[in-house]
T-cell receptor, first 112, second 114 residues
Framework: GNSVTQMEGPVTLSEEAFLTINCTYTATGYPSLFWYVQYPGEGLQLLLKATKADDKGSNKGFEATYRKETTSFHLEKGSVQVSDSAVYFCALLFHSGSRLTFGEGTQLTVNP | ETGVTQTPRHLVMGMTNKKSLKCEQHLGHNAMYWYKQSAKKPLELMFVYSLEERVENNSVPSRFSPECPNSSHLFLHLHTLQPEDSALYLC?????????????FGPGTRLTVT
């Protein structure tokens, strides 16, 4: 079946550090890939997405590139801020109507 | 008005109580979802509604009873819950249940069962 594996957290960084959160997936076919973010006390918000191989999703300084050859969709940001502290979820979805499959989430804490 | 709203935001109930969670979406979407988010576990999809018809029930115990009276509203009726049902319950909506449409989430209801 489909599955998403995320880098285990928690991840703690200093402000302005470089961020990478790894995400790999297992699926038959070519799903769309998503990163969602959950700030404390809130629901999930879509951060970025990519719908086909080699697409790069980007938003708020975050980027992720859909790598078919490595079945990965790693999240990166060049310089994190304290306000980026949140839980980040990688997810996949097939066009044919399967359900969103989420990873377990990675807690990020950014210290001043 | 934000896209997906949920009420109440926090709920404490005893095991013998009956309560309901409400979700409303203002996005004109046709599909709505209930998820359960427990500590240290991946999000669990509970129910999917498409055009007010339940299209998926992921082996959820009968003490959780969903209702979708129209495409904008979704309820989760709760009765005789167990302490392990304490969790954050998230509602989401999407344009349609088919296709790669992203889901928009509400802020959730933090439920504590005592």
């Amino acid at each position: 079946g489909n599955s998403v594996t995320q880098m285990e957290g928690p991840v703690t960084l200093s402000e302005e550090a470089f961020l990478t959160i790894n995400c790999t997936y297992t699926a038959t076919g070519y799903p769309s890939l998503f990163w969602y973010v959950q700030y404390p006390g809130e629901g999930l918000q879509l951060l970025l997405k990519a719908t086909k191989a080699d697409d790069k999703g980007s938003n708020k300084g975050f980027e992720a590139t859909y790598r078919k050859e490595t079945t990965s969709f790693h999240l990166e940001k060049g310089s994190v801020q304290v306000s980026d502290s949140a839980v980040y979820f990688c997810a996949l979805l097939f066009h044919s109507g399967s359900r969103l499959t989420f990873g377990e989430g990675t807690q990020l804490t950014v210290n001043p | 008005e934000t896209g997906v709203t949920q009420t109440p935001r926090h709920l404490v109930m005893g095991m013998t109580n009956k309560k309901s969670l409400k979700c409303e979406q203002h996005l004109g979407h046709n599909a709505m979802y209930w998820y359960k988010q427990s500590a240290k576990k991946p999000l669990e999809l509970m129910f999917v509604y498409s055009l007010e018809e339940r299209v998926e029930n992921n082996s959820v115990p009968s003490r959780f009873s969903p209702e979708c009276p129209n495409s904008s509203h979704l309820f989760l009726h709760l009765h005789t819950l167990q302490p392990e049902d304490s969790a954050l319950y998230l509602c989401a909506s999407s344009q349609d249940q088919w296709g790669s449409y992203e889901q928009y989430f509400g802020p959730g209801t933090r439920l504590t069962v005592t």
